[in-house]
């Protein structure tokens, strides 16, 4: 059974980075990308963008670009999302997500398994 | 981006109702269209993808339907569980997009 376990809340003041944590287990870690997603306080979902932990490579929405860096260590299947320049918008629920390829849907973009989820508060 | 709205935005049901929610895509984005389930203070659940292919471990009372731009979320016979908020997701092009959601109340 698949599992994503991810850091603990944060609270960072404004200019300040973050760097949240997701560690998988219970899988193949290198055969499946793994997404971000962001929900505000009662809010929708937010695609922010995938690595892909074979290769590391990344791939970001626009709005993200310059903002978010996507890393991930093999050695720990660990996958990492780093958040920079943070404002009050940025307070918001951080998921990661494993992208699921299917004969039906091979687009990597169903995401089949959530991590719990990491509180990122910004304020001064 | 493809924008996804989904209707209504909230329902009152009660137990042993069928429900249908409805996702519509602003472009055709064939079957690529995923269903999730919230619960407050939880993760999202895959129920469906491929707009029709059930999760493997999911209760047969979900179903999706659809192709092209217009898709649904039917719930045969809602069970107390079943009270969550209901996104759908296109996953034809990138940025893979979502709903803004249907939060589904008991009556």
């Known amino acids: 059974q698949a599992q994503l376990v991810q850091s603990g809340s944060e609270v960072k003041k404004p200019g300040a980075s973050v760097k949240v944590s997701c560690k998988a287990s219970g899988y193949n870690f290198i055969g499946y990308y793994m997404h971000w997603v962001r929900q505000a306080p009662g809010q929708g979902l937010e695609w922010m963008g995938w690595i892909n932990p074979n290769s590391g490579g990344t791939n970001l929405t626009q709005k993200f670009q310059g903002k978010v860096t996507l890393t991930r260590d093999t050695s720990i299947t660990t996958a990492y999302m780093e958040l920079s320049r943070l404002q009050s918008d940025d307070t918001a629920v951080y998921y990661c997500a494993r992208g699921l390829r299917t004969p039906y849907d091979s687009s990597g973009y169903p995401l089949d398994y959530w991590g719990q989820g990491t509180l990122v508060t910004v304020s001064s | 981006d493809i924008q996804m709205t989904q209707s209504p935005s909230s329902l009152s049901a009660s137990v042993g109702d069928r429900v249908t929610i409805t996702c519509r895509a602003s472009?055709?984005?064939?079957?690529?269209l995923n269903w999730y389930q919230q619960k407050p203070g939880k993760a999202p659940k895959l129920l469906i993808y491929a707009a029709s292919r059930l999760r493997s471990g999911v209760p047969s009372r979900f179903s999706g339907s659809g192709s092209g731009t217009d898709f649904t979320l039917t719930i045969s016979s809602l069970q107390p569980e079943d009270f969550a908020t209901y996104y759908c997701?296109?996953?034809?092009?990138?940025?893979?997009?979502f709903g803004q959601g249907t939060k589904l109340e008991i009556k």
């Open positions: 997701q296109q996953s034809y092009s990138t940025p893979p997009t």
């Open positions: 472009q055709t984005i064939s079957s690529s």
